[in-house]
């Protein structure tokens, strides 16, 4: 049982950079492999990054192209994903979301989910 709340999203210039933050609750949240996933509206959502359970090995999806970094707390409950040189296109709702299995999370399937935090790039 894992509860995840995301915060951290805003408004931005194009160029911009923020931080989002998840924050999670539930002890089988230390054995979960955790994730990020956008979505825009009328788009389908999309594999942003994701972080093993031992906070040892990451992945991006093509979306990052270099500019995003996931990382959690060694001993915490918080997953971040920083966000830089932010465009337009980027403008999406980011979700958090874990799960035991690092094949099913990367695959965009995951047991918990957070409601999203909504991130809008101006031009």
């Known amino acids: 049982q894992v509860h995840l709340v995301e915060s951290g999203g805003g408004l931005v210039q194009a160029g911009g950079s923020l931080r989002l933050s998840c924050a999670a609750s539930g002890g089988e949240f230390t054995d979960c492999n955790a994730a990020w996933f956008r979505q825009a509206p009328g788009k389908n959502r999309e594999f942003v990054a994701a972080?093993?359970?031992?906070?040892?090995?990451?992945t991006y999806g093509d979306v990052a192209q270099g500019r995003f970094m996931i990382s959690r707390a060694r001993a915490g409950n918080t997953v971040w994903l920083r966000l830089s040189d932010l465009e337009p296109e980027d403008t999406a709702t980011y979700f958090c979301?874990?799960?035991?299995?690092?094949?099913?999370?990367?695959?965009?399937?995951?047991?918990?989910w957070g409601q999203g935090t909504q991130v809008t790039v101006s031009s």
């Open positions: 972080i093993d359970w031992s906070g040892t090995g990451t």
């Open positions: 979301a874990a799960d035991l299995s690092w094949g099913r999370i990367v695959g965009g399937i995951a047991d918990y």
